[in-house]
């Protein structure tokens, strides 16, 4: 049987609906996986706030903390690189200060990616205002982009 008589067979003579199921595949996989890296992320970023907000500043601001922070800083900079910098440690901080219940983290940290957090934690100053950006985040499943557009529209 010759390569032409296979496809009268019923074989298909290309392969785009195999290479448009494969890319669907990988696209499907590769979501899964930055939303799984994005949810240890960002629970490992409030831990981290939340260890250093009761163990070295111990709820408050204090100056000598804020010492042991920027040392705490450079030293996880130096061995895991700028996203443990000392401005990001404050970033933590910060989330950990602003969403200080653990159950509210967990439901976050599923749907909504690190950067969103932080947008909402730099632009929203009230609690109210927080909880409103990120139900309409959740709800309308805003990129960043459209979340911060959504923001500057306000």
């Not at 499907?28 to 960002?42: D, E, K, P, Q």
């Not at 900079?77 to 602003?98: P, T």
């Not at 947008?119 to 409103?132: G, H, Y």
Request: with cysteine.
């Amino acid at each position: 049987m010759s390569h032409n008589d296979k496809r009268e067979l019923g074989k298909p003579s290309n392969n785009s609906l195999l290479l448009e199921d494969l890319c669907q595949m990988i696209e499907a996989t590769r979501s899964a996986v930055a939303s799984t890296i994005n949810a240890g992320l960002t629970t490992l970023y409030w831990n981290i706030g939340k260890r250093i907000r009761e163990e070295v500043l111990r709820g408050e601001r204090a100056e000598y903390g804020q010492e042991i922070v920027a040392s705490l800083g450079r030293e996880l900079a130096a061995d895991y690189g700028n996203g443990f910098s000392v401005k990001n440690l404050h970033r933590m901080i910060q989330f950990a200060e602003v969403f200080p219940d653990e159950e509210i983290v967990a439901a976050l940290r599923r749907q909504l990616s690190w950067m969103h957090n932080l947008l909402i934690m730099s632009r929203c100053k009230q609690p109210e205002e927080r909880v409103f950006y990120l139900h309409m985040c959740l709800r309308e499943r805003w990129t960043k982009r459209e979340a911060k557009g959504a923001y500057n529209a306000s």
